[in-house]
């Protein structure tokens, strides 16, 4: 049976494990879950992931949520060195996607919900949540960019899932207008990720025409 991958191709979440299962040939079954028609929070989706969020994974009885978890699965399953080539790397890899939950990718989604979310929704957003989601990215963005200013990818010297799990956020960025371009070589890697990494790019493509549709289906000026 194929492994089941439940999202909206406009979602960045998403993007991290089809990006993943596309470097690690790894076929799925894509199930199109519509975020903005409120079909994550079916009762038939609740049953799969009681939070309402996608992607959510089946892989026979073993169901899955969060996109880190499910690549962490899949890259298991196969033995992919996306996990880090030694145990030393794996520990790091593990370190920034850990990193990259708590302290980096929360702002950029705070920032998608007051500047997308909510006027989608017919509301105003919060420019003071903006205010402190930016303050975060600007203090985070500032190591990050120390990070990667003699380095090609986060750990070692290839891509690895904490690659993924960090430029998640540029899925977004140019609708939600994050202040990534105050960093030099952050903006470089996520470049470098986008031309030497074809599945990158080719869910970007996705990705940016399933958003730029529904934004202007209901006409949102952003
Ligand atoms: N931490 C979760 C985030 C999941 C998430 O926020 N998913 C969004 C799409 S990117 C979603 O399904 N939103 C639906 C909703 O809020 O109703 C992960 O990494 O998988």
Do not use: C
């Amino acid at each position: 049976m194929s492994i089941k991958i439940y999202g909206d191709p406009g979602s960045g979440s998403l993007r991290r494990v089809t990006t993943a299962a596309a470097i690690m040939g790894i076929t799925i079954e894509r199930v199109n879950i519509d975020l903005f028609k409120g079909e994550s929070h079916t009762p038939e989706f609740l049953a799969l992931n009681p939070h309402g969020l996608t992607p959510v994974m089946v892989d026979e009885d073993v169901v899955l949520y969060e996109a880190s978890a499910i690549n962490l699965y899949l890259a298991e399953k196969v033995g992919s060195d996306l996990l880090g080539a030694s145990a030393h790397e794996r520990h790091e890899v593990l370190q920034w996607m850990f990193w990259s939950g708590e302290q980096w990718r929360v702002f950029s989604t705070l920032t998608f919900n007051e500047r997308i979310v909510k006027p989608f929704m017919g509301q105003t957003g919060d420019a003071s949540i903006i205010d402190l989601a930016f303050a975060n990215i600007r203090a985070a963005g500032a190591v990050l960019d120390r990070h990667l200013a003699q380095r090609r990818f986060i750990v070692g010297d290839r891509l690895t899932l904490a690659d993924i799990d960090i430029a998640a956020p540029f899925s977004q960025s140019a609708r939600t207008k994050v202040p990534f371009d105050e960093f030099p070589h952050l903006m470089a890697w996520q470049q470098r990720l986008l031309d030497t990494v074809p599945a990158w790019a080719e869910t970007k493509r996705e990705l940016d025409g399933r958003m730029d549709a529904a934004i202007a289906a209901v006409g949102l000026k952003l």
